[in-house]
């Protein structure tokens, strides 16, 4: 079985889930191979048949599509322990905006994030650097290049290790979702199905508890 997947959730929850949905003994017969891509990529190839199930932040454009819950993350700001905005214990994203920032790609579900949020206050981000992962952000960050945003789930294990602070983002934006996207849960062999309720079963409670609908 394929699954689609974003980097976030791949950098994240996901390999431990699948890892711990393979180790019940009713599953050891089941193989599942991950494909990670950007947001965009995984809607499409969900669309396209490429694999039945995906994981993905659910403010994409899963128009068509059935979705569950899963698991939530925290964009949080990732500061050198002598950057000006590491005595905070917490701040605004437009706080943000007077440092420089080591970012992600253009293409990334945070780079459109932090580039609509810094559209909307009327400031631009200025951007030191840009690399293609989380780790990478967190060396930069330790370089004094800048200020990262990365989800706090991402950055926690790392940031003792690496001597740098982690200031949770207070816009409501931050706080995101993940979604389990497929077409048709009728349709879904049982090994899909099995999959879907093992991640849905993850899920914060008061956020499983909900309806889930068609998107």
Not at 51 to 65: F, I, K, N, R, Y
Request: proline fraction near 7%; glycine fraction near 4%; hydrophobic fraction near 45%.
């Amino acid at each position: 079985m394929r699954v689609l997947a974003t980097v976030s959730s791949i950098a994240e929850y996901l390999p431990d889930d699948i890892a711990s949905f393979l180790q019940v003994p009713e599953h050891r017969e089941i193989r599942i191979d991950i494909e990670v891509a950007l947001r965009r990529d995984v809607v499409s190839g969900l669309r396209e048949g490429l694999a039945p199930l995906a994981v993905c932040w659910d403010a994409a454009d899963l128009e068509g599509l059935q979705t569950r819950p899963y698991r939530n993350d925290h964009l949080s700001i990732i500061a050198g322990p002598s950057h000006p905005i590491a005595s905070k214990k917490r701040c605004s994203f437009e706080e943000t905006l007077d440092h420089d920032h080591v970012g992600l790609p253009a293409p990334t579900a945070v780079h459109t994030m932090l580039a609509r949020a810094a559209a909307i206050i009327g400031k631009p981000i200025s951007y030191r650097a840009v690399v293609s992962t989380f780790d990478a952000s967190l060396h930069c960050v330790r370089a004094n290049l800048g200020i990262a945003v990365d989800p706090r789930e991402v950055a926690e294990p790392l940031a003792s290790t690496y001597g740098l602070k982690v200031l949770p983002l207070t816009d409501p934006w931050a706080q995101r979702s993940f979604a389990i996207c497929f077409y048709d849960e009728k349709r879904l062999s049982p090994a899909a199905k099995a999959l879907a309720a093992h991640l849905q079963a993850l899920a914060p409670k008061r956020v499983r508890a909900a309806r889930s609908e068609p998107t």
